[in-house]
């Protein structure tokens, strides 16, 4: 049996002397790697803005999984292309502490055309087996994964989600707040009036988390400009207006490129 030894410095400054006021903020980090700033979950006064322990122990849990099944499918011959996962965790507490009840990963996997489609599907629980951390937790941690054969240049699929926000402060940061339990990351959006269109590539997810609030979820047109060209704007506006596509709303990704919502997405990439 071969041993692996791991060793990490977890440090902190404040003053305790009210359990309201001192800081949650932490900072740990392992010999020779970047070091990790974290809080307290925002329900033990925390700051929302960064990592809790109960978040890492969930992606811990989720990249493990992630890291034994490329290793296997690489070994297998089986081309992994693309790997996501949006776990989630459900964690108790009482008046002994807490505990978590149960963390349900779930995979979603791109392989190449040519690959065993079965045998990479099973292979998530010999994953699931070789483990260090699930093998190391007293709770059940489950995996809902899903493969598909794809292509390498096949996109990510996005959309834009538009939501009326309520005209109140907080608004925002609820909605925020929300997405982000959801495991829902925004790659781009703005807002104007009391609306926000936000770019996400889990729309679905998206939806039911906000679904009280009506939101609205569109097909986007995505283009990368040159950025050294002035005019291109106008350019694309013009293709798209002489083609009789209206233009609902647009912003940019966090990849600098283009985001378009139009009244027919099938008529504007036609167009462009």
């Keep these: 049996m071969k041993a692996h030894d791991y060793a990490v410095s977890v440090t902190w400054q404040g003053d305790t002397r009210s359990y309201a006021s001192y800081?949650?903020?932490?900072?740990?980090?392992?010999?020779?790697?970047?070091?990790?700033?974290?809080?307290?979950?925002?329900?033990?006064?925390?700051?929302?803005?960064?990592?809790?322990?109960?978040?890492?122990?969930?992606?811990?849990?989720?990249?493990?999984?992630?890291?034994?099944?490329?290793?296997?499918?690489?070994?297998?011959?089986?081309?992994?292309?693309?790997?996501?996962?949006?776990?989630?965790?459900?964690m108790v507490a009482d008046r002994d502490g807490g505990r978590f009840e149960v963390v349900t990963l779930q995979p979603q996997v791109v392989i190449a055309e040519g690959s065993d489609l079965a045998a990479a599907q099973a292979l998530h629980e010999r994953a699931h087996a070789s483990c260090y951390i699930a093998s190391s937790v007293n709770f059940p941690v489950r995996h809902d994964a899903t493969v598909v054969i794809g292509r390498v240049d096949a996109p990510v699929p996005r959309a834009d989600l538009a939501v009326r926000l309520p005209d109140r402060p907080g608004a925002l940061a609820e909605l925020g707040d929300r997405l982000g339990k959801a495991g829902v990351s925004l790659e781009g959006g703005g807002g104007f009036a009391g609306v926000v269109h936000f770019l996400v590539s889990d729309p679905d997810r998206a939806v039911e988390a906000l679904r009280d609030l009506e939101p609205v979820v569109r097909d986007v047109i995505a283009l990368r400009l040159d950025q050294e060209t002035p005019g291109q704007l106008g350019a694309v506006a013009r293709k798209l207006g002489d083609a009789g596509v209206n233009i609902e709303c647009v912003y940019s990704d966090h990849d600098h490129q283009l985001i378009l919502v139009v009244d027919d997405a099938a008529k504007a990439r036609a167009a462009l």
Excluded: W
């Design 23 to 90: 800081s949650r903020e932490f900072r740990a980090v392992a010999p020779g790697k970047a070091a990790v700033v974290g809080s307290a979950d925002p329900s033990f006064r925390g700051d929302r803005q960064l990592l809790n322990p109960e978040e890492m122990l969930v992606m811990s849990l989720s990249s493990c999984h992630m890291l034994s099944y490329l290793a296997l499918c690489a070994l297998q011959n089986i081309r992994v292309l693309a790997y996501r996962d949006r776990a989630t965790a459900r």
